[in-house]
T-cell receptor, first 115, second 114 residues
Framework: AQSVAQPEDQVNVAEGNPLTVKCTYSVSGNPYLFWYVQYPNRGLQFLLKYITGDNLVKGSYGFEAEFNKSQTSFHLKKPSALVSDSALYFCAVRDGTGGSYIPTFGRGTSLIVHP | DAGVIQSPRHEVTEMGQEVTLRCKPISGHNSLFWYRQTMMRGLELLIYFNNNVPIDDSGMPEDRFSAKMPNASFSTLKIQPSEPRDSAVYFC????????????FGPGTRLTVT
């Protein structure tokens, strides 16, 4: 079984400040971890993923995420938030050890960046 | 590539009518997913195809929902008869295969059943 938790429904941050969107996961085997962003009236858009290797993953639009195996977390971060980063963010996990080929998505976190 | 294409973008229909949503995945992608998104339930997987074969349809709500993938470049999701509780945004997504590949989502179809 696999699951994802995004403990915050909403994150508020001031423009220029660092942002963190939290994600924890549970999976039987090795995790494949993903972050997606959804802007209003749009489909989900891939940001970054962790498959193996370096725990710090860099993605689109200046976002990065850190894989922490001991804490089973994959938090999304950005050093300096922009108002245009305001959107809905989804974390997803898949069992990379050959289990289900279907990812499990979290419920999403709404990021609001204030000017 | 044009990305995943969905049609129509918006659909308004009356309860009891048949609704057909269409999806064209990215060329070369072997996996296709249909999702439904609502405020109450979030993003729900309805069905997953691999190489045009339905692999997991456990998310299909009931017999009113059916999905087909007659070839690698086309899939449909049909609701018959439609009900107001089916109102949602329906997304199609594709990925290369069963590897560690990300999904590419279409723009969605916003369905309103009155």
């Amino acid at each position: 079984a696999q699951s994802v938790a995004q403990p915050e429904d909403q994150v508020n941050v001031a423009e220029g400040n660092p942002l963190t969107v939290k994600c924890t996961y549970s999976v039987s085997g090795n995790p494949y971890l993903f972050w997606y962003v959804q802007y209003p009236n749009r489909g989900l858009q891939f940001l970054l993923k962790y498959i193996t290797g370096d725990n710090l993953v860099k993605g689109s639009y200046g976002f990065e995420a850190e894989f922490n195996k001991s804490q089973t977390s994959f938090h999304l971060k950005k050093p300096s938030a922009l108002v245009s980063d305001s959107a809905l963010y989804f974390c997803a996990v898949r069992d990379g050890t050959g289990g289900s080929y279907i990812p499990t998505f979290g419920r999403g976190t709404s990021l609001i960046v204030h000017p | 590539d044009a990305g995943v294409i969905q049609s129509p973008r918006h659909e308004v229909t009356e309860m009891g009518q048949e609704v057909t949503l269409r999806c064209k995945p990215i060329s070369g992608h072997n996996s296709l997913f249909w999702y439904r998104q609502t405020m109450m339930r979030g993003l729900e997987l309805l069905i997953y195809f691999n190489n045009n074969v339905p692999i997991d349809d456990s998310g299909m709500p009931e017999d009113r929902f059916s999905a087909k993938m007659p070839n690698a470049s086309f899939s449909t999701l049909k609701i018959q008869p439609s009900e107001p509780r089916d109102s949602a945004v329906y997304f199609c997504a594709s990925s290369r295969d069963r590897g560690p590949d990300e999904q590419y989502f279409g723009p969605g179809t916003r369905l309103t059943v009155t």
